[in-house]
């Protein structure tokens, strides 16, 4: 498995060819068995053209050219010439099936790739560098084309090919054939002695290309910090060290991979020579006619041609497996949450929810976040988090949304714990809305239709209204039609902040969650947003994690939350009559806005 990094370190990889992420590639082919059946069917009757033209090259000089029989030379010149078209219209074919198929298995490899990643928990995405997921996804899949398309299939037919050719060779002149091999364990000892060094080769460009990714994909995310602090030479810098990295690797891999094809080629024409001295010189008691050792240097070059493809396939697949193992490592990413066996479907909600008693820890080993955490919420009350940073209070949220399970001790949902329900039928009745608010690439309307797909435009326009996001929507150029960049960078940040609610409430969620929803919003727009909420959160269960006073004073319950514990909970009038750490909350806020303002 990779270990987590950053775009400054390679990941770890297995030392040998993985042969069991080649034996799952087995399972993308499974599909299209009949079309590579067609597909091999040609490609042998291909191999059987390519093995009959040397014999009829045999036949033509042993037989034909002393006999001077020229009807049968026209024959077998009528067959040679359409066995050559039969090839052409079979190479074509081969081609255009082979092609479709392997496009069809990436197309495949790459869905079930993204669908994974869609199930992986939020600690996996946080832990790795989305650049080096990224690429995985794109551009090591578009890597295996040709190895699991045309490759695959090519090797099936150069292996037939060999095969007969043996047999052939065999058949005419057992001595040529034996000396035809002289040279073949030789060709064994290059190729298992430079694999190893391919595989590090590969592996190695393997992590610089991932690293490079990584790092690319962190500079345009944060580029706006970098023209800000007037880095982008440094960027410059270290983008051009990752780049060498992948440069110099790259070229090391080639070097390697060079090394291969001369040192096949060479052993070809070795044995080619060495078969013109041996029947020439009638070596060994060998005694050839001309046609015999021309049919043999034509079997010889048969012969050769599909090892060396086989050798580079070979190849391929050294530089492959390092692609796979990649591929294969995030397939086999367990998401930490998912649905238990016996899950049941959770009927629609009322909105009561219970921690009894909860214990988490984001690391098995680490300190606990929450630690006998016990609140107990009534179906429509809204209740308040408030406490100091890394006090615990996302925590109970993502417990609630079940983004992560508890250690120790249940969250329950009308009874109900989360762990025992389907988590689609559990988030489907919930309505989330984080700080970091993302808007997808597309128009303000089908963002908010997010929410719920099956919307119409009224019930995309009620919803706006409700958050007061209409105003501003209907004064843009196009209205609910405008076009938004990704990660909406084309609007305020207030103002995604209201589509994206606007997304949640149309969802009609009867357990509502917001954590730090309206932290960067003006007061003027929210204090319109929460005029239009009040009658919208009547009737639903409500979590609000906020540090303005105005967003959460008129919440049913105030909990502060300190290391991992509610120290206080109650109103808002109730803990500040009791003057404690909530007291000391509000006070503090109040005198940092009395400074800031004076």
Known sequence: MARRNTYREDEELEEQINFSDLKRVGSYLR??????????????????????????????IDDVLPDRNYRLLGWIVLVMLVLIMLYEIALRYRTLAITRVGQLMLKDMRRDLFTHIQTLPFSYFDSRPHGKILIRVVNYVNTLSDTLSSGLVNVIADVFTFVITLVVMF??????????????????????????????????????????????????????TTQTFAQER?????FQEQQDAVRSSWMRAVHVNMLLWPSMEIISVGTMALLYYVGVMHVGGVVATTGTLIAFIGYANNFWTPVINIGNFYNQLITCSAYLERIFETLDVRPEIKDAPDAVELPPVRGQVDFDDVVFRYEPEGRPILNLLDLHVAPGQTVALVG????????????????????????????????GVTLDSLRRQMGV????????????????????????????????????????????PDGYDTVVQERGSTLSMGQRQLIAFARVLLADPRILILDEATSNIDTTTEA??????????????????AHRLSTIEHADMICFVDHGHIVERGTHDGLMARKGAYWRLVESQTAMIAQALG
């Open 31 to 60: 599909p299209y068995r009949g079309h590579i059946a067609r597909i091999v069917a040609v490609v042998v009757s291909m191999s059987c053209i390519a093995v009959s033209v040397p014999y009829l090259t045999k036949v033509v």
């Open 171 to 224: 058949a005419i002149d057992w001595r040529l054939a034996l000396w035809s091999l002289v040279l073949f364990p030789l060709l064994i000892v290059t190729v298992r002695v430079l694999q190893y060094f391919q595989r590090r080769a590969y592996q190695r460009l393997s992590n610089k290309q991932s690293n490079l990714n990584a790092f690319i994909h962190e500079s345009i995310a944060g580029v706006k």
């Open 234 to 238: 440094g960027q410059f810098r270290i």
């Open 388 to 419: 100091p940073t890394g006090a615990g209070k996302t925590t109970v949220v993502n417990l609630l949304s079940r983004f992560y399970d508890v250690e120790e001790g249940s969250v329950r949902v009308d009874g109900h714990d989360v762990r």
């Open 433 to 476: 809305m984080l700080q970091d608010t993302f808007i997808f690439s597309g128009t303000i309307r089908d963002n908010i239709r997010y929410g719920r797909l099956d919307a119409s435009d009224a019930d995309i326009e009620r919803a706006a209204r409700a958050v007061h996001a209409h105003d501003f929507i209907a004064a843009l």
């Open 528 to 545: 319109a947003l929460q005029a239009g909420l009040e009658h919208l959160l009547q009737g639903r269960t409500s979590f609000v994690i």
